[in-house]
Structures are given as structure tokens and as C-alpha cells.
């Protein structure tokens, strides 16, 4: 089966770094998305990794380490705008290929 | 712009009564997905088409159907809603579903049931 945790919420201060942890267990792993949901609102893409390492997308990076399970989305120069949930899905190929995603984690940015 | 558009954005239905939720794109892709997300949950995968060919989830209710007549366009049927079922409903798509292919995501249907 497959298991993926995230902090349920996060503070933060406007202008701060964060950085939200995602780890997971699952035996298919075809790569790691996050995305960015606003309450009510439908999840868009941020970020996408399948081999290790650091990847950079103006404010934005994701990391990720397959042998620890281990992936983080880092945060930078927040904005009040960057309240929202952070979903981080795994692709599992002995799900299809399907997203199982994490709980999520709500972030609010504070002045 | 290239879209996944759903209708409508809110359903209000009585128990018991069917439904149908409806999703288009305009970004030609093969893959459809339909998601149910619970206040403070994850989306939770209903099924998917990939082209014609349907995959329901294993633990997915009979009470829901889906219908994808052609490649922009996708139906979810609920077919006795209960309140348990009330829930936004959310229409994804994905050029192929593999690798490095993100789900492009519509804004969703929140749906009611009295």
C-alpha cells in the first residue's frame, strides 16, 4: 500500500522561509508533485521531482531523496497570498501510474 | 486559454435524487480523472478514463457512474446521493498519465445534498 504524511498545518511570517516535509512509502514511486490549493479552490501545479536532488522555480524549490522517502517544498520570501494547502502527490506505477495524494498541510501566513 | 472547465461550480440536490457533474477541456488530453475532496482531505481518485478505457477505484461506491462520450468531455453520475457524498468533486487531466505529466485540475463542483 502507500502511506504519505505531511504536517497538518504550518505558521509563518510574511517574508520568512518555510518548508513543508512530505515523506511516503510506496513500492511503484514514479516521481513526486506538489501543488498549491486555496480554500475552495482547485489544486494547481508547482513542482515536479523523480530523480534526487534540489529543483528551483523562483520562489519556489522542492527536494527530494527516493532512498529516505523524503521530499520537502521550501518556501521563500513569503507572501500573504502563500495561505493555502500544500498537497504533495507520489506517482505510484503499481497504481496505475495514478497520484496518491497526502493529507496536506495548511499554511498561514501571518503579517 | 487551454482549460478543464467544470459546471456547474455548485449542485445543491435532494437525497436520494440523481445527479450528474459535468467536466470539458480544451487541452486534448487522453487522460480524465474525477476526485472527491472532503473538507481538510485529500482528493481522493473516483476513476479515470485513459482514451475510452474506464478504471473505477476498487473502493469506489456503485453509486457513482462516469460517461466519456468523447475526448473533451466527462461525466460523473451519482446516482442516489446521501449526505455522506457531499463533498467537492474535482475534474483533472493529464497528457498521458506518466512521467513528468502533471494533472491540470478544474476548479471543481461543490456539491450539497438536503
Known amino acids: 500500500g502507500q502511506n504519505i504524511d505531511q504536517p497538518t498545518e504550518m505558521t509563518a511570517t510574511e517574508g520568512a522561509i518555510v518548508q513543508i516535509n512530505c515523506t511516503y512509502q510506496t513500492s511503484g514511486f514514479n516521481g513526486l508533485f506538489w501543488y498549491q490549493q486555496h480554500a475552495g479552490e482547485a489544486p494547481t501545479f508547482l513542482s515536479y521531482n523523480v530523480l534526487d536532488g534540489l529543483e528551483e522555480k523562483g520562489r519556489f524549490s522542492s527536494f527530494l531523496s527516493r532512498s529516505k522517502g523524503y521530499s520537502y517544498l521550501l518556501l521563500k520570501e513569503l507572501q500573504m497570498k502563500d495561505s493555502a494547502s500544500y498537497l504533495c502527490a507520489v506517482r505510484d506505477l503499481n497504481y496505475g501510474q495514478n497520484f496518491v495524494f497526502g493529507p496536506g498541510t495548511r499554511l498561514s501566513v501571518l503579517p | 486559454d487551454a482549460m478543464v472547465i467544470q459546471n456547474p461550480r455548485y449542485q445543491v440536490t435532494q437525497f436520494g435524487k440523481p445527479v450528474t457533474l459535468s467536466c470539458s477541456q480544451t487541452?486534448?488530453?487522453?487522460?480524465m480523472y474525477w476526485y472527491q475532496q472532503k473538507s481538510s482531505q485529500a482528493p481522493k481518485l473516483l476513476f479515470h478514463?485513459?482514451?475510452?478505457?474506464?478504471?473505477n477505484e476498487a473502493d469506489t461506491p456503485d453509486n457513482f457512474q462516469s460517461r466519456r462520450p468523447n475526448t473533451s468531455f466527462c461525466f460523473l453520475d451519482i446516482r442516489s446521493p446521501g449526505l455522506g457524498d457531499a463533498a467537492m468533486y474535482l475534474c483533472?487531466?493529464?497528457?498521458?498519465?506518466?512521467?513528468?505529466?502533471?494533472?491540470?485540475f478544474g476548479p471543481g463542483t461543490r456539491l450539497t445534498v438536503t
Open positions: 478514463y485513459y482514451d475510452k478505457d474506464f478504471n
Open positions: 483533472a487531466t493529464s497528457r498521458d498519465g506518466t512521467g513528468v505529466n502533471e494533472q491540470y
Open positions: 487541452l486534448n488530453h487522453n487522460v
